[in-house]
């Protein structure tokens, strides 16, 4: 099985060398996590391979993402004109009406540019949208749906506002193929990130939660440090 590399450092060798191909893949975590971090480094080890990618914002303001992914030495501007990366920003209404449509202007854009890594950033405020949590499983299916018809190996972040349980089963109702959580925690009195891979079809991987770094280069697992918390 094809595997695609997720271009966080010390990721890959715990879940046999990347994403599934094709994969749907939810990255849920605290505030100040690293989830938009680590989906553009997802996306940027696509870019470097010559993949064209998509990212889907209902929260980032473009100049304000460039700039800061500069300073992480990602040039999204180059890649934006070399036509290989596509930004767009989209309100929560916009993706609603993303379903009835079937598509719309994300299908078209993923076929004439032949994307090959997708990323939605992030899923939480198109959630809220449903005040009813029926509806909103519903509405949440269907997009999955729609995101693994197109074929690419996507990427969907997810904030987690309340609570780590009320997260984690929110999350496994969707039919992702991986979970990632990310955590953001005090302990005695100093925050630490980690990382924890929840579920993943048809891989092996360990289930213990692992330090996580983020520094000029970017995001890295570091495999021998566990956290506990």
């Known amino acids: 099985m094809e595997r695609i590399p997720t271009g966080i450092k010390g990721l890959d060798e715990l879940i046999q060398g990347g994403f599934k191909n094709g994969s749907v893949n939810l990255i849920t975590g605290d505030p100040g996590a690293g989830k938009t971090v680590f ?3 997802f996306l940027f080890e696509g870019l470097r391979r010559g993949e ?3 990212y889907v914002t209902f929260e980032e303001r473009k100049k304000k993402l460039y700039d800061d992914m500069i300073g992480f030495g990602i040039d999204l501007e180059k890649f934006e004109k070399a036509g290989l990366f596509v930004f767009l920003a989209y309100t929560p209404e916009q993706v609603k009406k993303l379903l009835v449509e079937g598509g719309g202007t994300i299908d078209a854009i993923i076929s004439k540019s032949k994307i090959k890594r997708l990323v939605i950033d992030s899923i939480t405020s198109f959630a809220l ?3 009813d949590r029926l509806l909103q ?4 299916l269907e997009l999955f749906d729609l995101i693994e018809s197109w074929g690419c190996t996507a990427l969907v972040t997810s904030q987690n506002t309340v609570s780590e349980e009320s997260t984690v089963n929110a999350a496994l109702e969707f039919e992702v ?3 990632l959580i990310l955590y953001h925690v005090r302990i005695k009195g100093e ?3 980690a990382l ?3 579920k993943m079809r048809g891989t092996k991987h360990p289930n213990k939660t692992f330090a996580v770094e983020i520094d000029s280069t970017g995001m890295k697992i570091n495999p021998k440090e566990l ?3």
């Open 39 to 41: 989906a553009l480094q």
């Open 52 to 54: 064209a990618c998509l």
């Open 129 to 131: 949208l449903y005040q």
């Open 137 to 140: 499983k519903e509405a949440a």
């Open 177 to 179: 193929d991986s979970i």
């Open 191 to 193: 925050r630490k990130r």
């Open 196 to 198: 924890e891979i929840l």
């Open 227 to 229: 956290i506990v918390f």
